[in-house]
């Protein structure tokens, strides 16, 4: 039985000036799924993903949440719906620990859902949640040092452990192994894999290994539009996205 559709887009369109940077984009993100979005550089990728949680508003086309119209709503709004991203670059705190990084992010969700003051106790149960995550994602034995001396790598699985603080039914991860070693960013793309089968991921990512062995599915923007959506099979044989990106048109 197929997932039931968490995020679509319907025929989203976005210009820069005489740059049309999304033509009549529209995608569905099922339940649990890993899909990536690809395309050569200047695609559109991260527009689509700035369009999708709010930092940018579509001339037009619609983008629904779990059913729900969200196409007006702030992007803050979104995020506390279960709509959360991480950036390309690292966006991190150097000076904290990630359990104070992470707690901090937890602390802010519950603040922003109205339950600031909950005593200590609750402080507690924050610090707890955030020691879960992190140890979820394989940074408990580091979860005390401070950021700025942990290996690369592990600094973007923390940016994906403030995204979980957040609780998100949607992760769409913007280049999350971006200027990690190519060793490194499989074991990053393994904790993606094995995020909760309840979380939804579309994941932006250059390195073609990757994408062909870790997305269940495969959509490829090209100047904009969608070339082609489809399993990873049929990406890796269509002649025209050899041609138009795996044939070098943009980096591979
Ligand atoms: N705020 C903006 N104003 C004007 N043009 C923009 C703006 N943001 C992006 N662009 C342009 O829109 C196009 C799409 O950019 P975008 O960053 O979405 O592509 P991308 O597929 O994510 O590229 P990359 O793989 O290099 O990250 C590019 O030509 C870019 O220069």
């Not at 062909?212 to 495969?218: D, L, M, N, S, Y």
Request: proline share 6%.
């Amino acid at each position: 039985m197929s997932e039931p559709i968490v995020l679509r887009t319907d025929a989203l369109r976005k210009r820069f000036g005489s740059l049309e940077v999304a033509r009549d984009v529209s995608l569905s993100l099922p339940r649990g799924c890993r899909h990536a979005l690809i395309g050569p550089n200047g695609a559109g990728k991260t527009t689509l993903i700035n369009l999708i949680t709010g930092q940018l508003k579509p001339d037009s086309g619609t983008i629904s949440l779990e059913g729900e119209d969200i196409t007006a709503t702030p992007a803050a709004t979104r995020v506390r719906r279960g709509l959360t991203r991480t950036f390309q670059i690292n966006t991190l705190f150097p000076d904290l620990t990630p359990l104070e990084a992470v707690t901090l992010a937890v602390c802010e969700r519950q603040r922003t859902a109205g339950q600031f003051w909950r005593g200590l106790f609750a402080h507690e149960e924050a610090i707890d949640e955030s020691f879960a995550i992190l140890t979820q994602l394989g940074l408990g034995d580091v979860a005390t040092r401070t950021t700025r001396t942990l290996p690369y790598g592990q600094q973007r699985l923390l940016e994906i452990a403030l995204a979980l603080a957040t609780r998100p039914r949607v992760l769409l991860l913007d280049e999350p192994a971006a200027g990690v070693p190519k060793d490194e960013s499989a074991v990053l793309f393994d904790v993606i894999s094995a995020l909760p089968q309840d979380i939804s991921v579309l994941f932006i990512e250059h390195d073609m290994d990757i994408v062909f062995r870790f997305a269940t599915r495969i959509v490829v923007l090209v100047a904009g539009g969608v070339l082609l959506e489809a399993d990873p099979e049929t990406v890796r044989t269509d002649p025209r996205v050899r041609e138009v990106y795996l044939g070098g048109a943009g980096h591979a």
